[in-house]
């Protein structure tokens, strides 16, 4: 749990200090911290092949010709940004990447596109990428508890607003930028934070995670080629002041990498569904039969838990990614949820209409003061029918986070899943162990057999 203290004017001058301390000299990863580190580049890159051909992604290949494949292919016809770009719309396509907790982020689809797209054209910087990603991940980190979830809760896209001067910061850390270089690169970054939730179930949230890369991208080249900006973007009508909640959060004491913080997806839907998902596997156990047609499900949820699930009656596969009833109804169905499910014709299958509209969902009010980011209560569901209880189950953790990680096989099955994808669209055979081993041989060769 972090520490912090308020959001006055000499501790953002302590922040800005130690944010710029870390981004210049972190101290040394664990073994366990590296190797998280590189899972988040595996699954980054996974899902990002398993997004390739996705719409949003083939739509800005069209606009910015040259990619013709990831960047672990050796595609590098592109500038670092436009590759920035691409590969972070391919990455979020799916709503597939990981996630932060606290800080309500994608955060690898950001920080893994930018940093792969500038090592891709300047090779020699390879060896610090690990370093720089966890840098970056801490930026992103203590921005969140920073912003506190009043941000999320007010409509931002956390991944988009955080993600740049997260970006930057593993950027200028890559680059190795002098303090003022640095605090200069976050200012730039700041200058191009935005995206919104309205845009959730549509392609423009896969754009805004793909613009946050590049944003970063290109706020540490401009710093680097010598554009100067705000010292301290953190200071009084600054970054916090403005994209800060009505319940701002409080300055973390201590800003430091943090790798095993990261949750991996195991569902390609918003991660809020996932204990939702969690809680109706577990229930359907009890249901040998399936859900009765006059059964109610009554899923409850903590305060915040309906924030970004505000579509009913979706109509595209995208759409029921940010669906309750329907990422319900699909694990109530059969007893799984995968990326079949989040297709177009599969939102019209009638036995799960059918089901959806016999859910209900009950967000807590606010008791006490405002949460910090989503990893809070539990999601509980009900399942009742003629006046008796059919079925009950409480998800507490979110699957595939540290407190319930994914195994080594859910983790397999779900590259397995997403290459597949990839062989699928292009003919191109690539095994969950080729694709490791050529990861780990460019960005990683000291941990050839982890």
């Known amino acids: 749990m972090w520490k912090g203290t308020n959001i006055m004017p000499g501790g953002r001058m302590n922040f800005i200090a130690n944010l710029c301390a870390l981004i210049a000299a972190p101290r040394p990863l664990s073994a366990a911290e590296r190797a998280a580190a590189l899972t988040s580049f595996e699954d980054t890159l996974a899902v990002t092949y398993a997004g390739w051909g996705e719409a949003s992604t083939a739509a800005a290949r069209r606009v910015f010709a040259g990619a013709t494949a990831p960047?672990?292919?050796?595609?590098?016809?592109?500038?670092?940004?436009?590759?920035?770009?691409?590969?972070?719309?391919?990455?979020?396509?799916?709503?597939?990447?990981?996630?932060?907790?606290?800080?309500?982020?994608?955060?690898?689809?950001?920080?893994?596109?930018?940093?792969?797209?500038?090592?891709?054209?300047?090779?020699?910087?390879?060896?610090?990428?690990?370093?720089?990603?966890?840098?970056?991940?801490?930026?992103?980190?203590?921005?969140?508890?920073?912003?506190?979830?009043?941000?999320?809760?007010?409509?931002?896209?956390?991944?988009?607003?955080?993600?740049?001067?997260?970006?930057?910061?593993?950027?200028?850390?890559?680059?190795?930028?002098?303090?003022?270089?640095?605090?200069?690169?976050?200012?730039?970054?700041?200058?191009?934070?935005?995206?919104?939730?309205?845009?959730?179930?549509?392609?423009?949230?896969?754009?805004?995670?793909?613009?946050?890369?590049?944003?970063?991208?290109?706020?540490?080249?401009?710093?680097?080629?010598?554009?100067?900006?705000?010292?301290?973007?953190?200071?009084?009508?600054?970054?916090?002041?403005?994209?800060?909640?009505?319940?701002?959060?409080?300055?973390?004491?201590?800003?430091?990498?943090?790798?095993?913080?990261?949750?991996?997806?195991?569902?390609?839907?918003?991660?809020?569904?996932?204990?939702?998902?969690?809680?109706?596997?577990?229930?359907?156990?009890?249901?040998?039969?399936?859900?009765?047609?006059?059964?109610?499900?009554?899923?409850?949820?903590?305060?915040?838990?309906?924030?970004?699930?505000?579509?009913?009656?979706?109509?595209?596969g995208a759409q029921a990614k940010f669906c309750a009833a329907y990422c319900v109804a699909t694990a109530l169905a059969q007893g799984r949820v995968g990326l079949a499910d989040f297709k177009d014709d599969a939102v019209r299958r009638r036995d799960l209409r059918r089901i959806m509209a016999q859910v209900e969902t009950i967000e807590d009010p606010l008791a006490g003061d405002m949460p910090i980011g989503i990893d809070h209560g539990s999601v509980r569901l009900r399942i009742t029918a003629a006046g008796r209880t059919l079925a009950e189950a409480e998800a507490i953790h979110y699957p595939g986070a540290p407190d319930a990680p994914a195994t080594p096989e859910a983790f397999e099955a779900k590259l397995t899943d997403c290459l597949t994808i990839w062989q699928h669209e292009t003919g191109q055979t690539l095994t969950p162990a080729s694709f490791r081993r050529d990861l780990r041989a460019r960005f990683a060769p000291d941990m050839m057999t982890a």
């Open 71 to 316: 960047l672990l292919d050796g595609a590098k016809a592109l500038s670092p940004e436009h590759a920035a770009l691409i590969h972070g719309i391919a990455g979020h396509a799916l709503d597939y990447d990981d996630v932060h907790l606290t800080s309500v982020t994608h955060p690898s689809v950001v920080l893994v596109p930018a940093l792969m797209a500038l090592t891709a054209s300047r090779p020699d910087l390879t060896p610090r990428l690990i370093d720089a990603y966890a840098v970056g991940l801490g930026t992103n980190i203590a921005l969140g508890q920073a912003l506190g979830f009043g941000h999320y809760d007010r409509g931002w896209h956390a991944t988009s607003t955080i993600g740049p001067l997260a970006g930057a910061a593993a950027l200028a850390h890559l680059l190795g930028f002098d303090d003022s270089t640095t605090r200069s690169a976050l200012a730039l970054a700041a200058a191009q934070a935005g995206g919104v939730q309205q845009n959730f179930g549509t392609q423009a949230k896969h754009v805004q995670a793909g613009q946050a890369a590049a944003a970063a991208l290109r706020a540490a080249q401009l710093a680097e080629a010598g554009v100067d900006g705000s010292q301290d973007i953190f200071g009084p009508r600054g970054f916090f002041d403005l994209y800060g909640g009505i319940t701002p959060g409080t300055l973390p004491d201590h800003v430091a990498p943090d790798t095993l913080s990261v949750s991996r997806k195991l569902f390609p839907c918003c991660y809020l569904t996932h204990r939702m998902i969690a809680a109706a596997l577990e229930a359907r156990i009890a249901l040998p039969d399936g859900v009765p047609n006059d059964a109610r499900i009554m899923v409850q949820v903590p305060y915040g838990g309906m924030r970004p699930l505000q579509v009913t009656d979706p109509q595209t």
